[in-house]
C-alpha cells in the first residue's frame, strides 16, 4: 500500500534527469476507416496538432529542466512531413532517445538520419503480407514494411523488430520470430495484452477485446517480473489505502517522466487520456506543468467504494496489471477492475509458481544468501555437486540477487557511463546508481564483449548478460555467476554486511576456527592436507570471515584449490595464522593489532574497490586484530605442525 504522498512533496522531488515521450500525431498512415490500433482524428483534430515551432519550444524548455531522452511515437510519426526536423530538435542535444514506428514511410534519408544512436522499435503484426496486412487493414502495409527495414539495413541503422501478438497472428508466431531474427539481431515481444481505444467508441473497443490473447498466453509471452526475495514486502505504487491518497499519488511521488499528446497536453503518463490529468502547455508554460499542474493530480483522483471492495483488498494484486489508467480506458472509472485482467493476474500467478521451481535457487556463504534466477531452467547438473552444501530452501536476513540472461544486449550508441577502471578481463563504468561490469579482451584493438554484468549501487543485484546458452547448458559450472570465480560480487558486497573475503584455507578443530593466510603457493592447501583427520576442512584457498554477535567466525566457500573439500561452517574465529615454510615448526604470536591487520590487508581478496568499501575494510580488519589472536606460523612439510597447533586449540 502507498502512504498518502503530499503535494509539497511531489514538488520537492528533484528534476534531473527527466525523459520526455511525444506523440507526433495519432494518425496512422493505414486505413484509419477500419483501422482500430490508431485513433482517426478528424482534420479538425489533424489541423490542431502542435507546429513544428511549439515542438521546439517544449523541447528547449523541457531540457532546461533537465531531459536528457526522449521517445517518439504516434500513431505513425513519420505521418507528419516535417518530422525529420522534429527528429532533429529533439535528438541532437539528447543522451538518448526511442523511435517507435510501422515502418512503412522510412525513406533512404530518414534511414540515414536514423544512424543516430538510439532505440529505434520496428512493429511487425504478420509473418507474411496477408496476416501483416489482416491486422493492420491496409494492403500493402508488409510490402512498405520491408522496404522501410531493407533502407534501415542499407543505411547501418540498427533497431530492434517489435512484434505484437495478437489472436489474428499468435498462429504464425514462430515464423514471426524466423522473420524478425532474420531482419535484424534485436527482437522482442511488443505488450501481449491490448487496452481499449482512447476514443471510447464502442465498436472499436469490442474489435480491440476480440484480439486479446488467452491469459496463460499473455503470461507465457510477457511474464512478470518475479520479485526478488530481498523485496518480498512489495510496494505497489497504484494501490492507496484509506488514508486520502489519490490512485496516482504513487505514480507522481516517483516521477521522472512526461508525455506530451500531439495537441500540447501534458501528463505523467503516456497511457492517461482523462482530460482532467491533462496540463496544457499552449497556455502555461512547461516548468509551470511540471512544478504546479502535475503536482496537483496527485490527490485529485480517489479510489471508490468498489476498488477497495475488489481491487484494493485482491489476494493477486502482486501479480495483477491493473492500473487506473487502464480502469479507466476500460469503464471511463479510475478505480473500477478490469476483468480481462483479473484472469491475466491468476495465471501470472501460475507461471510464477512453475517459473520458481526450476528458475530459483538459494545458496548461502559466509551468512549471506544468493538468489539465483536464470532465464533458462536449472538442472541438478547445472552447478558442480560442490554447492550443495550450500544450498537451502530460501531467503535469509541477508541476501544478494543474480539474475542470468542469455545473448548479449547492443551497447552501440548506448550510455553506459563514465569508465571507472578499465583491465581486462573488465571495463567498469558508473552510470547513475549502477555499476556495469563490460567483459573486454586484453588486445587493446579488440572491441568484443564476453559478457555484461548491470549491478546495483551496493552490488546486492546483478543481471548478468552472457553471449550465449552454451555454457550453461553443458552444466558443471564452478561458479554462480559462470565466471572463474565469483568474487568480484562475494568480495565487493561482503564488507557491508560485516565480512571479509580472504586468501586463505579453514579448518574447524573442534568447533574453533583456525585460519591459514598466505597468497598462492604459499601452502594454504598443503597445510589442511598435514592437518588430515584431526579437523573438518572448510576450504583450502578462499574464507570468509565475518562479525558476529559472539564474535568472529569462520566461513567456507565453494571457491577452493587442490583440496576439492568445502563445508559452510561457520564456527568461531580462534587464531588466524600466517604461513612461513620454514625448516621447522613453531607458533610466534603477533603482539601488535597495527601490525597484524597491515599483514591481512593485501591477503584480502580485492574487487572493485571504492571509498566505502575501503572504509568498512578498514574497520573490520582493525577489529578482527583486537579481537582474535595472530600468529606467524612457520612450519615444514613433515607435518609436525598438527602437533604444535593442538596444543593451541586444547
Known amino acids: 500500500m502507498s502512504r498518502f504522498v503530499s503535494r509539497r512533496e511531489v514538488e520537492a522531488l528533484p528534476r534531473l534527469p527527466l525523459k520526455g515521450s511525444l506523440d507526433l500525431t495519432y494518425r496512422c498512415n493505414n486505413d484509419c476507416r477500419h483501422c482500430w490500433l490508431r485513433l482517426p482524428p478528424c482534420s479538425a483534430a489533424i489541423s490542431n496538432e502542435l507546429t513544428l515551432e511549439e515542438i521546439r519550444r517544449i523541447a528547449g524548455e523541457a531540457r532546461s529542466l533537465g531531459c536528457r531522452e526522449w521517445t517518439i511515437s504516434g500513431g505513425e510519426p513519420m505521418v507528419r512531413p516535417d518530422f525529420p526536423e522534429i527528429f532533429e530538435t529533439l535528438t541532437s542535444r539528447a543522451a538518448g532517445y526511442t523511435l517507435i514506428t510501422n515502418g512503412t514511410l522510412i525513406t533512404p534519408e530518414i534511414a540515414r538520419l536514423l544512424r543516430r544512436p538510439g532505440a529505434k522499435l520496428v512493429s511487425l503484426y504478420g509473418a507474411t503480407a496477408d496476416g501483416h496486412d489482416h491486422v493492420t487493414r491496409t494492403p500493402g502495409s508488409f510490402d512498405a514494411l520491408e522496404r522501410g527495414v531493407a533502407r534501415l539495413r542499407s543505411a547501418g541503422a540498427g533497431f530492434t523488430v517489435q512484434i505484437v501478438p495478437m489472436k489474428s497472428n499468435i498462429h504464425g508466431l514462430d515464423r514471426m520470430i524466423r522473420l524478425a531474427e532474420s531482419w535484424s539481431p534485436d527482437w522482442r515481444f511488443g505488450a501481449a495484452w491490448l487496452y481499449l481505444s482512447a476514443s471510447g467508441d464502442a465498436a472499436r473497443n469490442r474489435e480491440i477485446a476480440a484480439e486479446r490473447l488467452d491469459p496463460d498466453e499473455v503470461a507465457r509471452l510477457d511474464p512478470l517480473p518475479v520479485p526478488d526475495a530481498i523485496d518480498a514486502a512489495r510496494h505497489d505504487a497504484a494501490c492507496p489505502g484509506r488514508d486520502g491518497a489519490g490512485l496516482y499519488a504513487g505514480c507522481l511521488s516517483a516521477r521522472r517522466s512526461f508525455h506530451v499528446d500531439p495537441y500540447g497536453g501534458m501528463s505523467f503518463c503516456a497511457l492517461v487520456k482523462d482530460p482532467a490529468l491533462r496540463a496544457d502547455l499552449r497556455t502555461m508554460s512547461f516548468a509551470e506543468a511540471w512544478d504546479r499542474a502535475l503536482p496537483a493530480m496527485a490527490g485529485s483522483v480517489q479510489a471508490g467504494p468498489e476498488y477497495f471492495d475488489r481491487c484494493g483488498r485482491c489476494e493477486y494484486r502482486p501479480e495483477c496489471r491493473w492500473c487506473p489508467v487502464y480502469a479507466y480506458l476500460e469503464h471511463r472509472d479510475h478505480s473500477a477492475p478490469v476483468d ?149 560480487l562475494l568480495a565487493r558486497v561482503l564488507p557491508a554486511f560485516g565480512g571479509l573475503f580472504v586468501h586463505a584455507a579453514g ?144
Open 507 to 650: 579448518v574447524d578443530w573442534n568447533g574453533r576456527g583456525l585460519l591459514f593466510v598466505g597468497p598462492s603457493e604459499a601452502g594454504k592447501s598443503t597445510m589442511v592436507k598435514m592437518l588430515g583427520d584431526r579437523t573438518r576442512i572448510l576450504c583450502d584457498d578462499r574464507m570468509i570471515v565475518r562479525r558476529s554477535d559472539a564474535g568472529f567466525e569462520a566461513y567456507g566457500t565453494w571457491s577452493h584449490g587442490e583440496v576439492p573439500v568445502v563445508s559452510p561452517g561457520p564456527v568461531p574465529l580462534a587464531g588466524v595464522f600466517f604461513l612461513r615454510q620454514a625448516p621447522e615448526n613453531r607458533l610466534r604470536r603477533i603482539e601488535s593489532h597495527a601490525a597484524a591487520a597491515r599483514e591481512l590487508l593485501p591477503r584480502l581478496v580485492r574487487p572493485l574497490v571504492t571509498a566505502d568499501w575501503w572504509d568498512a575494510v578498514f574497520d573490520l580488519t582493525g577489529e578482527l586484530a583486537r579481537t582474535v589472536p595472530f600468529y606467524d606460523l612457520y612450519f615444514d612439510r613433515s607435518g609436525r605442525i598438527a602437533d604444535v597447533l593442538e596444543e593451541l586449540v586444547r
Open 340 to 488: 480481462y485482467l483479473c484472469r491475466a493476474a491468476e495465471a501470472a500467478r501460475r507461471a510464477s509458481t512453475a517459473w520458481l521451481k526450476d528458475r530459483r535457487r538459494f545458496y548461502r556463504v559466509g551468512g549471506v544468501t544468493v538468489q539465483v534466477d536464470s532465464d533458462l531452467p536449472m538442472t541438478e547438473r547445472t552447478f558442480q555437486p560442490k554447492f550443495e552444501n550450500f544450498r537451502v530452501d530460501g531467503p535469509g536476513p541477508d541476501m544478494i540477487s543474480i539474475r542470468h540472461h542469455f545473448g548479449l544486449p547492443e551497447t552501440r550508441g548506448r550510455d553506459l557511463g563514465r569508465v571507472v577502471q578499465a583491465e581486462p578481463p573488465w571495463e567498469i563504468r558508473r552510470r547513475g546508481a549502477s555499476w556495469i561490469y563490460r567483459g573486454i579482451y586484453p588486445g587493446p584493438d579488440d572491441g568484443r564483449t564476453h559478457r555484461l554484468i548491470v549491478f546495483s549501487e551496493d552490488h546486492t543485484r546483478a543481471s548478468i548478460f552472457n553471449p550465449s546458452p552454451d555454457l550453461f547448458l553443458a552444466g558443471g559450472l564452478d561458479s554462480l555467476m559462470l565466471l572463474p570465480s565469483d568474487q568480484i
